[in-house]
């Protein structure tokens, strides 16, 4: 088992950003990671950043760290003996079953002398590879000589570390301004003589990730809220601090603004909440100067204000409150889960992992973690270079979704609907949508599709007037499309109903022809591994013959992602325990499944908790190879199914991907209407790879 060990080589260096970020890389990579911050520099170990995110965003089981007055004490008293051993005891709690351990080092800080020598005790009590992680300080000029003072920063820990050079694992450089300056420190790095590490990561910087919530703000200046809207949500991604006329701010009233304002400036207010109610989501409204805002101005504003948009007021003057909000720490608090995500993402997709890789080694048993099963998604949907059909077009999260898989390369989406109109929604929404983005208006596009639309409903009475109103309805229309083989695949349900978005499938796409139904899985995204839920959205009652064309199904869409299927066919009894008829259903399907297709490993009928904990999987069947170890859970109806997956989704505060669509001739996939931009990316990265294995 490997050890890394991280340490800044100076202040500000995002360690804690870094050393997670590791984690989620090694977690990609199919890895069993632990995480320790052995030592804590704050005095009360509940306010340990690292250790925190750790558990609730990493989901390691982090130890508690070693408190600074503990520390404080054993250092005065001489024992650093017997600190060390229990920074090892916590080690030790954090490597168990691992391949590898990442240690988070002490951050130089003034008042605190100790910190180099104890990073120096740590590393080499714990025999660890050592990554060095500097960052570039906000005022600091990426010129020709640049690349030279991180290096002499780079040699300066490497000395004070007293580091052999088998030790040090590499550099990462967090905040790089340009792609240039990273290339020019690597080949900077490669110089240094006798040293065997390079660059692993060079950390773009990215000021829309670090955006502070309004709410954030709000406590950080004690303002006065006055209307608190979406403040929990909404970022604060632009400080726009007004001394202009309207017609010269109009421009700076964009998504993420905070407007500063005196509360006397009636026309720059009005301004902002026409644009509100423009659709334009401005971070909120922050009144200065102690000025309150004339009632008849606020009365008018009260449309606005229903929107979600905050206005908070301070005392300070409006320059005044501009440089203290410049001034802002950007720390990310406690409670700011999401953002912390996105950073730990961001540092994730930047570290060069090779060279770390090959210094671990392989890992014992590779597993499909959540982070890495989003990565391959995200990477399968690559190399398939499919077409997308969109039928929701002008709804802003559908818009956001194919701009993000625009630019990342997930697929190439086809928006439906009013181009002029998609652009207005995505200027407002702050998404910018790039010129050669694909987008069909239905009301040109209707005409094309009439008569193959005739052609493929003729059987059941369609004419090309009934047709012609049909295609109205976008998802019919993109449903269309797809049966014409001009999209791979389409995806729908962020404001139309599973209903809605199935019906024109079964009608015009029907099943393939391998398929007896129409299933659905779900993708559980579990702490430690993916797990395959089917079907929970599509069949109410299915008969044995159909559970087993279920269970078929959802074991080869286990495989198509990665995922090593173990069958569990569920039910109120484990093996021959039970009877009646719900268990006797259960307990035909399998055989079903055994006969069907005999390299599948299934076992039922099966308790949950036999399927899914090893313990009482050995207790209740100990000679399955499906108990406590299964992958995809079969349930015996819709009932069952759809009630499993939302308690377990959210009592476990797991995300479920789905539902994903199996047994149509070409990928339909529906959304929760309750979608996140997230949810609509990874479903059409979903459809994609069923278009790829379709095709």
């Given at each position: 088992m490997?050890?890394?060990?991280?340490?800044a080589?100076?202040?500000n260096?995002?360690?804690?950003?870094?050393?997670?970020?590791?984690?989620?890389?090694?977690?990609?990579?199919g890895?069993?990671?632990?995480?320790?911050?052995?030592?804590?520099?704050?005095?009360?170990?509940t306010?340990?950043?690292?250790?925190?995110?750790?558990?609730?965003?990493?989901?390691r089981?982090a130890?508690?760290?070693?408190?600074?007055?503990?520390?404080?004490?054993?250092?005065?008293?001489?024992?650093?003996?017997?600190?060390?051993?229990?920074?090892?005891?916590?080690?030790?709690?954090?490597?168990?079953?691992?391949?590898?351990?990442?240690v988070?080092?002490?951050?130089?800080?003034?008042?605190?002398p100790f910190?180099?020598?104890?990073n120096?005790?740590?590393?080499?009590?714990?025999?660890?590879?050592?990554?060095l992680?500097?960052?570039?300080?906000?005022d600091?000029a990426?010129?020709?000589?640049?690349?030279?003072?991180?290096?002499?920063?780079i040699?300066?820990?490497?000395?004070?570390?007293?580091?052999?050079?088998?030790?040090?694992?590499?550099y990462?450089l967090?905040?790089?301004?340009?792609?240039?300056?990273?290339?020019?420190?690597a080949?900077?790095?490669t110089?240094?003589?006798?040293?065997d590490?390079?660059?692993?990561?060079?950390i773009?910087?990215?000021?829309?990730?670090?955006?502070?919530?309004?709410?954030?703000?709000?406590?950080?200046?004690n303002?006065?809220?006055?209307?608190?809207?979406?403040?929990?949500?909404?970022?604060?991604?632009?400080?726009?601090?007004?001394?202009?006329s309207?017609?010269?701010?109009?421009?700076?009233l964009?998504?993420?603004?905070?407007?500063?304002?005196p509360?006397?400036?009636?026309?720059?207010?009005l301004?902002?909440?026409?644009a509100?109610?423009?659709?334009?989501?401005l971070?909120?409204?922050?009144i200065?100067?102690?000025?309150?805002?004339?009632?008849?101005?606020?009365?008018?504003?009260r449309?606005a204000?229903?929107?979600?948009?905050?206005?908070?007021?301070?005392?300070?003057l409006?320059?005044e409150?501009?440089?203290?909000?410049?001034?802002?720490?950007?720390?990310?608090?406690?409670?700011?889960?999401?953002r912390?995500?996105?950073?730990?993402?961001?540092?994730?997709?930047?570290?060069d992992m090779?060279?770390?890789l090959?210094r671990?080694?392989?890992?014992?048993?590779?597993?499909?973690?959540?982070?890495?099963?989003?990565h391959?998604l995200?990477?399968?949907?690559?190399r398939?270079?499919?077409?997308?059909v969109?039928?929701?077009?002008?709804e802003?999260?559908t818009?956001?979704a194919?701009?993000?898989?625009?630019?990342?390369?997930?697929?190439?989406?086809?928006l439906?609907?009013?181009?002029?109109?998609?652009?207005?929604?995505?200027?407002?929404?702050?998404?910018?949508?790039?010129?050669?983005?694909?987008i069909?208006?239905?009301?040109?596009?209707?005409a094309?599709?009439?008569?193959?639309?005739?052609?493929?409903?003729k059987?059941?009475?369609?004419t090309?007037?009934?047709?012609e109103?049909?295609?109205?309805?976008?998802?019919?229309?993109?449903?269309?499309?797809?049966?014409?083989?001009?999209?791979?695949?389409?995806?729908?349900?962020?404001?139309?109903?599973?209903?809605?978005?199935?019906?024109?499938?079964l009608?015009?796409?029907?099943?393939?022809?391998?398929?007896?139904?129409?299933?659905?899985?779900?993708?559980?995204?579990?702490?430690?591994?993916?797990l395959?839920?089917?079907?929970?959205?599509?069949?109410?009652?299915?008969?044995?013959?159909?559970?087993?064309?279920?269970?078929?199904?959802?074991?080869?869409?286990?495989?198509?992602?990665?995922?090593?299927?173990?069958?569990?066919?569920?039910?109120?009894?484990?093996?021959?325990?039970?009877?009646?008829?719900?268990?006797?259903?259960?307990?035909?399907?399998?055989?079903?499944?055994?006969?069907?297709?005999p390299?599948?490993?299934?076992?039922?009928?099966?308790q949950?908790?036999?399927?899914?904990v090893?313990?009482?999987?050995?207790?209740k069947?100990?000679n399955?190879?499906?108990?406590?170890?299964?992958?995809?859970?079969v349930?015996?109806?819709?009932?069952?199914?759809?009630?499993?997956?939302?308690?377990?989704?959210?009592?476990?505060?797991?995300?479920?991907v789905?539902?994903?669509?199996?047994?149509?001739?070409?990928?339909?996939?529906?959304?929760s209407?309750?979608?996140?931009?997230?949810?609509?990316v990874?479903t059409?990265?979903l459809?994609?790879i069923?278009a790829?294995?379709?095709?």
């Amino acid at each position: 088992m490997k050890t890394i060990f991280l340490v800044a080589t100076g202040t500000n260096s995002g360690l804690t950003s870094v050393s997670l970020g590791l984690v989620r890389a090694l977690e990609v990579a199919g890895l069993k990671v632990g995480f320790v911050k052995p030592i804590s520099q704050t005095e009360h170990l509940t306010s340990d950043r690292s250790t925190l995110f750790a558990r609730q965003i990493c989901q390691r089981k982090a130890p508690d760290p070693i408190g600074l007055a503990r520390v404080s004490e054993l250092l005065s008293k001489d024992m650093t003996d017997q600190l060390m051993e229990e920074v090892i005891g916590l080690y030790e709690l954090a490597a168990k079953n691992m391949d590898v351990v990442v240690v988070e080092g002490l951050l130089p800080e003034a008042g605190q002398p100790f910190v180099t020598q104890l990073n120096a005790d740590m590393t080499r009590n714990l025999q660890a590879d050592v990554l060095l992680v500097g960052s570039l300080p906000n005022d600091f000029a990426a010129d020709e000589k640049g690349a030279e003072i991180i290096i002499d920063q780079i040699e300066l820990s490497m000395n004070s570390l007293d580091l052999a050079d088998k030790n040090l694992a590499g550099y990462i450089l967090n905040r790089v301004p340009n792609s240039n300056f990273k290339n020019q420190l690597a080949n900077e790095i490669t110089k240094l003589s006798g040293n065997d590490f390079s660059l692993i990561g060079g950390i773009p910087l990215n000021n829309d990730i670090m955006a502070p919530r309004v709410s954030d703000v709000a406590t950080y200046l004690n303002a006065q809220v006055l209307n608190e809207g979406d403040m929990k949500q909404r970022r604060v991604r632009d400080i726009v601090m007004v001394a202009r006329s309207v017609p010269y701010v109009i421009e700076l009233l964009k998504p993420g603004a905070l407007i500063v304002t005196p509360g006397d400036r009636d026309d720059i207010i009005l301004a902002a909440a026409i644009a509100t109610m423009n659709g334009v989501p401005l971070a909120g409204l922050l009144i200065t100067c102690d000025h309150e805002v004339h009632p008849n101005i606020a009365q008018i504003c009260r449309p606005a204000l229903r929107t979600g948009l905050p206005v908070l007021a301070v005392p300070s003057l409006t320059f005044e409150t501009s440089t203290q909000l410049i001034k802002m720490d950007r720390k990310v608090p406690f409670n700011d889960l999401e953002r912390m995500e996105k950073i730990i993402n961001h540092v994730a997709d930047h570290l060069d992992m090779k060279p770390l890789l090959a210094r671990i080694g392989e890992p014992k048993e590779p597993r499909l973690t959540p982070p890495a099963f989003r990565h391959h998604l995200i990477e399968k949907a690559r190399r398939a270079q499919k077409r997308i059909v969109l039928p929701e077009g002008n709804e802003p999260r559908t818009i956001a979704a194919a701009a993000i898989c625009h630019e990342k390369g997930i697929a190439h989406c086809v928006l439906l609907g009013d181009p002029a109109e998609i652009r207005e929604v995505a200027a407002n929404q702050g998404v910018i949508l790039p010129d050669d983005i694909e987008i069909i208006d239905p009301k040109t596009a209707i005409a094309h599709y009439v008569e193959p639309l005739v052609g493929m409903r003729k059987s059941k009475g369609m004419t090309a007037p009934s047709a012609e109103k049909q295609l109205e309805d976008t998802v019919m229309l993109g449903t269309v499309m797809l049966a014409l083989s001009e999209v791979d695949g389409l995806v729908s349900g962020a404001v139309h109903t599973t209903a809605n978005t199935v019906r024109p499938a079964l009608q015009i796409i029907k099943t393939a022809p391998t398929a007896k139904l129409v299933s659905s899985v779900f993708f559980m995204l579990m702490p430690e591994q993916v797990l395959v839920y089917g079907d929970c959205a599509i069949n109410p009652d299915p008969t044995a013959e159909e559970l087993a064309d279920i269970a078929i199904q959802s074991a080869d869409s286990a495989t198509a992602f990665g995922i090593i299927p173990r069958v569990a066919m569920i039910s109120y009894s484990t093996g021959e325990s039970g009877t009646g008829d719900e268990v006797e259903k259960v307990r035909a399907a399998t055989l079903l499944v055994k006969e069907k297709r005999p390299d599948i490993i299934v076992d039922g009928p099966m308790q949950y908790d036999a399927a899914s904990v090893e313990s009482v999987g050995r207790q209740k069947a100990p000679n399955s190879p499906v108990a406590g170890r299964a992958t995809v859970f079969v349930f015996p109806d819709l009932n069952t199914g759809n009630t499993t997956y939302k308690a377990v989704q959210r009592s476990a505060n797991v995300i479920s991907v789905g539902p994903m669509l199996q047994g149509l001739r070409k990928p339909v996939n529906d959304l929760s209407r309750g979608a996140l931009v997230d949810d609509l990316v990874y479903t059409i990265a979903l459809t994609a790879i069923q278009a790829e294995q379709n095709a």
